[in-house]
């Protein structure tokens, strides 16, 4: 009991590789018997064309439920969650009390859930 637990990871260094556009094709030239493999086109998200998804039920509630928060509630809610940002920094962007950004952010999210409840609620029926 004489040794202190240490984490997995004490220190860890990160160091710049050098590398440029023909750095893949360059490793497949080293490396025999590659030349035939093909990369997959998901291995590299970037390159795959955007895809127009609709957002879910559940989203688009929550979208109103955030649409329907007023003044102050709203402000508090879209600075924290959206913006995230802290409350010291909202409060000062906002020029009111730490204490005040937490009693509207409660607010707030006592009514998107209440919201969300009722509108779940409806489209059961």
Not at 11 to 33: F, I, T
Not at 76 to 81: D, N, R
Request: charged share 30%; aromatic share 4%.
């Amino acid at each position: 009991m004489g040794k202190k637990r240490r984490g997995l990871v004490e220190h860890q260094r990160l160091s710049e590789r050098p590398g440029n556009a023909d750095s893949y094709e360059r490793w497949v030239r080293e490396h025999p018997g590659t030349e035939d493999c093909i990369e997959s086109p998901m291995a590299n998200p970037d390159g795959l064309p955007e895809q127009a998804t609709r957002p879910s039920t559940p989203q688009l509630i929550m979208g109103e439920a955030v649409e329907h928060l007023q003044g102050r509630q709203r402000e508090v809610y879209l600075s924290i969650m959206r913006d995230e940002r802290s409350f010291a920094e909202t409060a000062e962007l906002l020029g009111i009390g730490k204490s005040t950004v937490q009693t509207h952010l409660d607010r707030a999210i006592s009514f998107i859930k209440a919201y969300c409840d009722q509108a779940i609620k409806k489209e059961r029926v």
